[in-house]
Nanobody, 131 residues
Framework: QVHLVESGGGSVEAGGSLRLTCAVS????????MGWFRQAPGKEREFVAA????????HYLDSVKDRFTISRDNDKNTAYLQMNSLKPEDTAVYFC????????????????????????WGKGTLVTVSS
């Protein structure tokens, strides 16, 4: 059994910052990819950012590329999403996801952005950005 718990969400004003944390627990396994998705009210879930096991590959949604930074600590089985210069359109429930299965390097970037490529999901943490 694998459990993902997100934390760090909250309410901030536009231009503010938040740091989300995803803690993975349960049986021993390697989270080959760790990713963040979000779902705004009335909208479909969308990819935000992902990072490979080695952290050599990181992939971002274009609209957050210069504002958000994903990182991970494999010793702690934890992923982070540092969110700066937040905008009201960033308001959403943010979900952490992990993929255990290995992906061929040539398919890695394409797979990172697809929610069906992930094996385990957290329940989400709410981020609200006011104007």
């Amino acid at each position: 059994q694998v459990h993902l718990v997100e934390s760090g969400g909250g309410s901030v004003e536009a231009g503010g910052s938040l740091r989300l944390t995803c803690a993975v627990s349960g049986r021993t396994f390697m989270a080959y990819i760790m990713g963040w998705f979000r779902q705004a009210p009335g909208k479909e879930r969308e990819f935000v950012a992902a990072i490979s096991w080695s952290a050599n590959t990181r992939h971002y949604l274009d609209s957050v590329k210069d504002r958000f930074t994903i990182s991970r600590d494999n010793d702690k089985n934890t992923a982070y999403l540092q969110m700066n210069s937040l905008k009201p359109e960033d308001t959403a429930v943010y979900f952490c996801a992990v993929r255990e299965r290995v992906i061929p390097p040539r398919q890695l970037m394409d797979s990172m952005g697809l929610d069906h490529e992930y094996d385990y999901w957290g329940k989400g943490t709410l981020v609200t950005v006011s104007s």
